[in-house]
């Protein structure tokens, strides 16, 4: 993983946009990016870890080229500025294991909250790969440390987009859950999380919040009634998953669990 002042003004050019096909060619041949290859790029939300710029390849073969700080808002009309994050950018060349292998490097260095773009075939399609990497960004949870790619969080990624959208959501289906207090609110959040990632099982979100089933279904009809949604009709039931996706991600906290 490379840095410095010389890498940051070349890669200027690349992840900006706009620029002139000329300028983004020879800032590419500057640093040495093939015009053909696997591309990713990386924006973190707190500073490069220790130790995760070095020069020459890393284990997988990819190469690193971070370009510093990033003031830029992601791509998602600002909603980055808000969270008073440090941005840190990379351009990486992708070894044979991809973006996984990204995610995963990233994660041994403690990096976090970061987004990892989908993978791009040349420099001239970095500036839209920044673009999305900084999307991803917005749909880490805040004060997260996750390193997540933007093809895990599409649905999130569409609300983070639409800002003025996700918060007529939240109110729209929300509305009465948040009038609720912080507690008895954040017991019905972590009922419907928990049967969600239970696959809609009754009886498995309850060992896993360690209640009777009958007081997890009982938690989820008053849901049901507060929100005028039920979850057993999937058009309502995508409502309540992309409220809930606007509710993490939300910087107001859901308010401590309660007992019950």
Sequence with gaps: M????????????????GA?????????????????????????????????????????????????????????????????????????????AGPDRVVARLRELGAGPGGVSPVVGSPAEVAAAHRLA????????PGSREIVRLDERLPAALLVSRPELSTRLLAEVFGPLLTLVPAERSLLVETLEAWLECGGSVGRAAARLGCHR???????????????????????????????????LSSAPAGPGGGG
């Design 2 to 17: 490379r840095r410095g002042t010389r890498y940051g003004a070349l890669l200027g050019p690349l992840l900006a946009g």
């Design 20 to 96: 002139r096909p000329d300028l983004v060619e020879r800032a590419a041949r500057g640093l040495g990016l093939p015009e053909r290859g696997r591309y990713a790029v990386v924006v973190l939300g707190s500073p490069v870890p220790e130790g995760a710029v070095v020069e020459g390849p890393d284990v997988d073969g990819a190469r690193w080229w971070w370009g510093g700080a990033d003031g830029s808002p992601g791509g998602a009309e600002g909603r980055g500025e808000g969270r008073g994050e440090t941005r840190e950018v990379a351009v990486v060349l992708l070894g044979p």
């Design 134 to 141: 900084g999307t991803a960004l917005l749909t880490c949870e």
């Design 214 to 248: 009958n007081t997890v279904f009982n938690r989820l009809r008053r849901l049901e009634r507060l929100t005028a949604r039920s979850l057993s009709r999937p058009r309502e039931l995508v409502d309540l998953v992309l409220a809930l996706d606007v509710l993490r």
